[in-house]
């Protein structure tokens, strides 16, 4: 079967930046990739929602992408304080990142609602990176599996495919910890998720399967390297240009 996954590396700023840190960060993301000269991957930076916009505008020029944290599941209306996914687009945005686990936690987000916002971004013609993981009790009560299938299941909408959906996985766990699990867990469960997908997308083979947690640039390559991982979802990581473009360099 052909393989076209193209290695995608993905920094998500979290709720971090002001606008002037946040220019110098996203050039010296834009100007390492020119001057890597990279044309066989893809970078890209999730800025605030506040930056969006500053952020497409200083990366333009160069092949990094830009993208949203969350969305709305809806185009407009009484929803105080949303962002809706045409927003998102309107502003630069290519791509946004849906059910994170940190919003699964503090915003009660469930499968449902996260499956609602890639059906979102998918009518503002946004690709959604639907993240998925387990806990530490959930990995230790030997769930990881069923938890990952649940999640995939509800989350990602009918009617996905390989150029429309990113899938992350993020061991809740590894995320801001230093903790990641060994490659071979990685491989495991990216081999699940794959499977998994399997049922659900056509092209499930060529659905690009990044791991999130605790990526840095001294793990980058080992973690890259485990079997079916197609990129990274890089947090705290992402917040050095240096230091991210280090990680992309990995691929
Ligand atoms: C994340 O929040 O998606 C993440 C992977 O964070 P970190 O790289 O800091 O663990």
Redesign the pocket.
Known sequence: MARTRRPLIAG?W?MNGLKADALVLAKGVADGVKQAGWTDRDLLVCPPATLVMAVAEAVKGSTVLVGGQDCHAKPSGAHTGEIAAEMLRDCGASYVIVG???RRADCGETDAVIRAKAEAAWRAGLVPIV?IGETLAEREAGMTFSVLATQLKGSVPAGASAVRLVV?Y?PVW????GKTPTTAEVAAAHAHIRKVLDGLVADAVDVRLLY????KAGNAAELLAAGDVDGA??????LKADEFLAIAKAV
């Open positions: 998500n979290k994170h686990s940190e993240c992350a993020e590894a995320i801001g910890t999130g947690g605790s990526v979802l890089v947090g705290g990581a992402s």
